[in-house]
């Protein structure tokens, strides 16, 4: 543990050394751009802290911060180094700025150019103020997430419990009861034309006698008066068997047999033989003639 925590603080220690050593080699070219764009003495002294300070800052909130917020602290970390590197590539090229000898606000030939790398040099300390003051802000507020310290011997400890639990019931959990069963005694096979009886012999077990209880259908009585009903679809009625003309006059013969002949009227054959009018007045014609009568 001790071999860890010294390698942990050699690697810091080394970071500090190696950002203080880019800091100071970024000095000198952050303060002439400072002296170029017009500031006094002082201001430009400072200028570097506020250009690189604010990249320190912000890689130290990267270091803190999750999710949304260490993303907007590396954009930060990225677009302040981008402008510290775009400064440091314009102090190489113009000679002219190391002895400050040049014109105010004058950072390079072609206009357009000078005017994008003014405008960088002197917005930089403003979004310093800016984005400095919102990542402090987001560093005291942040509120890490808990960790859960790992358990040691947690499967030990799990038995432990198991086993507390167990024995901490305050009822038992009571044996199981087997039941006394007796065995029968099984004929036992012996020689050939010997009887293979059983050697006791075990009385039979009566059975006490079950009484059925009869259901009766008892049909639910309604109060209300049942309306009544239309006619019944074809649908629902029970399909009767067509019958033929020669089915229905064997059928009216055997049931006028018997018949007078005052009786033998087509009402009274449709309501033995349970047909249509039309077939009804048919069969009586049929019979009368067989009968020698007159036929209506």
Known sequence: MSLHRKGRAALVLALVVVVAMAFRVSWNAL?????????????ATLY?????????????ATLVLAGRDRAFALRVLAAYTIASLVLNYVHGLVPELHGRSVDWGRLADWDPANWVLVLLATSLPVGSIYFGSDLVAKVLHHRPSPITAP?????????????RSRSDLAVSTPAPISQNVKPLLRPVAVGFLKSTALAKPVPAIEQPPVTLIERRAIGAESTRPRRATGR?????????????????????????????????TAEGIRREVRTSPANARTLRDTLRAERGLQVA
């Open 31 to 43: 303060r002439d751009i400072a002296g170029a764009i017009g500031a006094d003495g002082t201001a």
């Open 48 to 60: 570097p802290f506020v250009v690189d300070g604010l990249m320190a800052l912000a890689l130290i």
């Open 151 to 163: 358990i040691e011997n947690a499967e030990e400890s799990t038995n432990t419990e198991r086993n």
């Open 232 to 264: 019944v679809p074809e649908v629902a009625r029970t399909p009767r068997p067509k019958r033929t003309p020669g089915e229905l006059l064997a059928e009216a013969r055997k049931a006028t047999a018997d018949w007078p002949d005052a009786r033998l």
